[in-house]
């Protein structure tokens, strides 16, 4: 069955470490998205990518990166600079073409800090 | 930048219909979407309107006013399964046709 696979599902954060969320798609999808959660809010994007290699800054990018090596893989790294990572993060994907391009998204990944 | 708002939470009955309404701000708009969340999980496409009127899917209804920048969210004979977070959002032709959510309502049933 083709879809989106985050993990882990929990993931803890120690002060000052980086920690990598994974992202992966067996949709042939061009367009992956990072959004953040959280408690009784909607969804910010942090980072998106349009294609291989390329990857743009969403909304509220500080504290993150990202890379796109591969169309199916993209990983998100939370790094020490993100001071506030406590929240539920989704990964999206959707085709480029046509203007109703739906997002598919993954079951997401709660990250807390130690 | 976009300006995207929903009533927080909302309550109804087993049976009942509640209207989840949704007004947006945008320079370029190109698209409006509703999706549902439960909790601690990922949230599920259920419509897209793109032009002005009524899109129905099954107990699920989109209306859409370009002009008003105005669309709500009908579901009619609610169930308890309908309980979740409903997430309206925005894209924008003039911010890289990125999608904008706005806050979400709750829905309890």
């Known amino acids: 069955d083709g879809g989106i696979t985050q993990s882990p599902k929990y993931l803890f954060r120690k002060e000052g470490q980086n920690v990598t969320l994974s992202c992966e798609q067996n949709l042939n999808h061009d367009a992956m998205y990072w959004y953040r959660q959280d408690p009784g809010q909607g969804l910010r994007l942090i980072y998106y990518?349009?294609?291989?290699?390329?990857?743009q800054k969403g909304d509220i990018a500080e504290g993150y990166s990202v890379s796109r090596e591969k169309k199916e893989s993209f990983p998100l790294t939370v790094t020490s600079a993100q001071k506030n990572p406590t929240a539920f993060y989704l990964c999206?994907?959707?085709?480029?073409?046509?203007?109703?391009?739906?997002?598919?998204f993954g079951s997401g990944t709660q990250l807390s800090v130690l | 930048g976009q300006n995207i708002d929903q009533p927080t939470e909302m309550t109804a009955t087993e049976g009942a219909i509640v209207q989840i309404n949704c007004t947006y701000q945008?320079?370029?708009?190109?698209?409006l979407f509703w999706y549902q969340q439960h909790a601690g999980e990922a949230p599920t496409f259920l419509s897209y309107?793109?032009?002005?009127g009524l899109e129905e899917k099954g107990r699920f209804s989109s209306f859409l006013s370009r002009s008003k920048g105005y669309s709500y969210l009908l579901l009619k004979e609610l169930q308890m399964k309908d309980s979740a977070s409903y997430l309206c959002?925005?894209?924008?032709?003039?911010?890289?046709?990125?999608?904008?959510f706005g806050g979400g309502t709750r829905v309890l049933v």
């Open positions: 945008t320079s370029g708009f190109n698209g």
């Open positions: 959002a925005v894209r924008d032709r003039t911010a890289g046709n990125k999608l904008t």
């Open positions: 999206a994907s959707s085709t480029r073409t046509g203007d109703n391009e739906k997002l598919f």
């Open positions: 309107n793109v032009l002005d």
């Open positions: 990518s349009q294609i291989v290699n390329d990857f």
